[in-house]
């Protein structure tokens, strides 16, 4: 399954929702991310999925062909050769954010002080076949 993709979103909820450490971690958060897939060209859509999450559950996970117009408490932006590479591990998320190849938009000291429960959604994300 191809991320970003509404079949991708549905197992991502699924499995996120299934993440005991996620739910341990993210008690706190209350709040909706949206993964954000910078398109190649400013012409050009920028797929994503939404995510409405609280209490360390997901309750909604919902794909957008273009999704830069969607309001959302955070943005989580990269290139999808980025976002390939997350989704191997190849990168950390967290360091991502501090060298510029990923961009958050969003209350930064809110994002900061949840960081186990980001590592623990790319985790999750990472978990799920991701390819075309």
């Given amino acids: ?37 910078r398109p190649a ?41 980025n976002w390939n590479r997350l989704m191997r591990k190849e990168i950390d998320p967290v360091k991502a954010i501090l060298d510029g190849t990923f961009r958050i938009k969003g209350n930064l000291a809110k994002a900061m002080r949840f960081t186990r429960a980001a590592k623990e959604l790319v985790e999750t994300a990472a978990s799920l076949p991701s390819g075309p």
């Fill in 1 to 37: 399954m191809e991320f970003p993709s509404a079949e991708w979103a549905l197992a991502y909820q699924k499995a996120l929702n299934a993440n005991a450490a996620y739910r341990e971690a993210a008690q706190a958060w209350v709040g909706d991310i949206l993964l954000l897939v």
């Fill in 41 to 81: 060209a400013a012409d050009s859509p920028a797929p994503g999925v939404l995510l409405a999450l609280a209490h360390g559950e997901c309750s909604a996970a919902t794909y957008h062909a273009d999704a830069r117009a969607l309001a959302s408490e955070f943005v989580y932006e990269g290139t999808r050769e």
